[in-house]
């Protein structure tokens, strides 16, 4: 008996509800759809669960699907294109995720200083520019202390964090804020 042959009477059990055609397609079919997902992809994550879905969707619309010759040919196909559906939502929701982000990225600006013309000996434009190159988390504490005068405790509720968690991200961007003040010192001396 052919491929042809052997692949035609499979898919006709597996339409009609043979789960054991089911099973048998599955482990045939899986690793390579696999291999071939993850190579278009370059997700483990997202290969596997675009192929459970794909496979729990056969399942479910077993009754309604094509009769198909070659079984191989029709899965990757029809894989292929629910993986690159799935590629492109992702890369929407990462653009999305990235917009929403910048727009609620929180930039320092000179004029909000409260402070005279040098903090820790260097111009207030200089800070701004070492305040904006923090890490998000840490420009987020900074924000709440001291443009909003909160407390520790209240920042830790805010950010949902504890208030060990809050006092270590302003003393790591304290520390950091330091470190860089004395290097651009010391470049300004060196000019």
Do not use: C
Not at 12 to 20: P, V
Not at 58 to 79: A, G, P
Not at 117 to 129: C, D
Not at 163 to 169: C, G, H, I, L, W
């Amino acid at each position: 008996m052919s491929k042809d042959a052997i692949d035609i009477i499979l898919w006709t059990r597996f339409k009609n509800g043979d789960k054991n055609a089911f099973e048998t397609i599955f482990k045939i079919h899986y690793t390579s759809l696999f291999f071939y997902g993850y190579k278009i992809s370059n997700s483990k994550t997202l290969t596997e669960d675009t192929l459970q879905d794909f496979f729990t969707y056969l399942y479910e619309k077993r009754e309604s699907l094509d009769q198909v010759v070659n079984i191989h040919s029709y899965l990757i196909v029809s894989y292929r294109r629910r993986l690159f559906k799935a590629l492109n939502k992702r890369n929407k929701d990462i653009k999305k995720m990235e917009k929403v982000k910048k727009q609620n990225q929180i930039l320092f600006y000179e004029q909000e200083l409260q402070t005279d013309q040098y903090t820790f000996g260097t111009k207030n434009s200089q800070l701004v520019i070492l305040l904006n190159q923090l890490p998000e988390r840490q420009k987020e504490a900074i924000f709440l202390k001291y443009y909003n005068g909160l407390t520790v405790k209240e920042i830790a509720s805010i950010m949902d964090i504890s208030y060990q968690s809050v006092s270590n991200t302003l003393q790591k961007a304290f520390s950091w804020l330091r470190k860089k003040v004395d290097h651009q010192k010391l470049l300004h001396i060196l000019k």
